[in-house]
């Protein structure tokens, strides 16, 4: 398993950005899936997004795409969420989650990763 910390939420109003990063410890990170799920209060956890370490591949929720973006840095151990057009229904705190590649058994499927950092909270206001 590896350390994740979330950094880069907050307050921003409708039509806004804002860009989460999600670093992670260990020096086996390029052989991670990187997810992103996000929950609102009173909701249950939605997956956002992923990219995939063997080719860099990314995929995003239908509710965040063409809007949000996800890219990372594996020298700096980094995965980003780029968040644009921000919506006020996009309030929630945001997770990053991973699980080595070889292991996961579904990328959009919460329980499929193993290790999680502790949430950022966004908020849009509108």
């Known amino acids: 398993q590896v350390q994740l910390v979330e950094s880069g939420g907050g307050l921003v109003q409708a039509g806004g950005s804002l860009r989460l990063s999600c670093a992670a410890s260990?020096?086996?990170?390029?052989?991670?899936?990187m997810g992103w799920f996000r929950q609102a209060p009173g909701k249950e956890r939605e997956f956002v997004g992923y990219?995939?370490?063997?080719?860099?591949?990314?995929y995003t929720a239908n509710s965040v795409k063409g809007r949000f973006t996800i890219s990372r840095d594996n020298a700096k151990n980094t995965v980003y969420l780029q968040m644009n057009s921000l919506k006020p229904e996009d309030t929630a705190v945001y997770y990053c989650?991973?699980?080595?590649?070889?292991?996961?058994?579904?990328?959009?499927?919460?329980?499929?990763?193993?290790?999680w950092g502790q949430g950022t909270q966004v908020t849009v206001s509108s």
């Open positions: 990219i995939r370490r063997s080719d860099g591949g990314t």
């Open positions: 989650a991973a699980e080595e590649e070889d292991r996961i058994f579904s990328y959009r499927d919460y329980s499929s990763y193993g290790s």
């Open positions: 260990g020096r086996t990170f390029s052989r991670y899936v």
